[in-house]
Nanobody, 123 residues
Framework: QVALVTSGGGLVQAGGSLRLSCAASGDTFRIYTMGWFRQAPGKEREFVATISPISSTYYVDSVKGRFTISRDNAKNTVYLQMNSLKPEDTAVYYC?????????????????WGQGTQVTVSS
């Protein structure tokens, strides 16, 4: 079992930045695939970004050039740096882990989930 603790959300004006963090338990974090998802009120959970054990990355088109996913294996932590934020980025953001180190962009792919953190972007 992997515990994921998510932090860093908040309220920011359009054009601003936030950095989300997700700290994982365990001693094999380096081989996990990590992902970020978000869910706005009344909408389905949406893939945002993923990073593989070798730090290859993939993003949904709507955040390319604005968001950066990264990992620090020494700290068992994955980050999502969000720049040039837009009101449509407003959502609860969740981190997720796949212990098998596979590539995936769907909610069904990931086994473990953090509690989520609210990101609100004002106009």
């Amino acid at each position: 079992q992997v515990a994921l603790v998510t932090s860093g959300g908040g309220l920011v004006q359009a054009g601003g930045s936030l950095r989300l963090s997700c700290a994982a338990s365990g001693d094999t974090f380096r081989i996990y695939t990590m992902g970020w998802f978000r869910q706005a009120p009344g909408k389905e959970r949406e893939f945002v970004a993923t990073i593989s054990p070798i730090s290859s990355t993939y993003y949904v088109d709507s955040v390319k050039g604005r968001f950066t996913i990264s990992r620090d294996n020494a700290k068992n932590t994955v980050y999502l740096q969000m720049n040039s934020l837009k009101p449509e980025d407003t959502a609860v953001y969740y981190c997720a882990a796949d212990r098998l180190g596979r590539v995936g962009t769907t909610t069904e792919f990931y086994t473990y989930w953090g509690q989520g953190t609210q990101v609100t972007v004002s106009s």
